[in-house]
Nanobody
Framework: VQLQASGGGLVQAGGSLRLSCVAS????????MGWYRQAPGKQRELIAG???????MYQNSVKGRFTISRDNAKNTVYLQMNSLKPEDTAVYYC??????????????????WGQGTQVTVSS
C-alpha cells in the first residue's frame, strides 16, 4: 500500500497551495479518494472526496476554496487550496475507500495512513 502526500509548506493567509497524493494503482483505480487533515489536539477530519466517476464532496469549511481532482493515469489525487486561512493549519493526509461514507468511517479505524504533509498558514 502506498499513500504519499506532498506539497505542503508555509504560506501567508490568502495564499494557495496544491497538494498531491500518489497511491498504489491497486487501491486508486476503483476507490473513492479523500483528503483529510488533523490539527494539533483535534480529531482527523475528512475535508474532500472524489469518486472514480468524478463525483465530489466537500466539508463546509473548505467549500468554495478547495478543489479536489484526480488523474487516473498517474494514480494521483490533488487538492488545490486557495484563500488559505490560519485555521487550515494541519497535517494533511490522503486515503482511499469504497465510497464517501467509508472514508468518514475510516477516521475511527486503525488503518494505514501513510505520511502526511504539513500545511502552515500564517496570519
Amino acid at each position: 500500500v502506498q499513500l504519499q502526500a506532498s506539497g505542503g509548506g508555509l504560506v501567508q493567509a490568502g495564499g494557495s497551495l496544491r497538494l498531491s497524493c500518489v497511491a498504489s494503482g491497486s487501491i486508486f483505480r476503483s476507490n473513492t479518494m479523500g483528503w483529510y487533515r488533523q490539527a494539533p489536539g483535534k480529531q482527523r477530519e475528512l475535508i474532500a472526496g472524489i469518486t472514480p466517476g468524478g463525483s465530489l464532496m466537500y466539508q463546509n469549511s473548505v467549500k468554495g476554496r478547495f478543489t479536489i481532482s484526480r488523474d487516473n493515469a498517474k494514480n494521483t489525487v490533488y487538492l488545490q487550496m486557495n484563500s488559505l486561512k490560519p485555521e487550515d493549519t494541519a497535517v494533511y493526509y490522503c486515503n482511499a475507500d469504497r465510497d464517501i461514507t467509508a472514508l468518514h468511517l475510516k477516521i475511527r479505524k486503525n488503518d494505514y495512513w501513510g505520511q502526511g504533509t504539513q500545511v502552515t498558514v500564517s496570519s
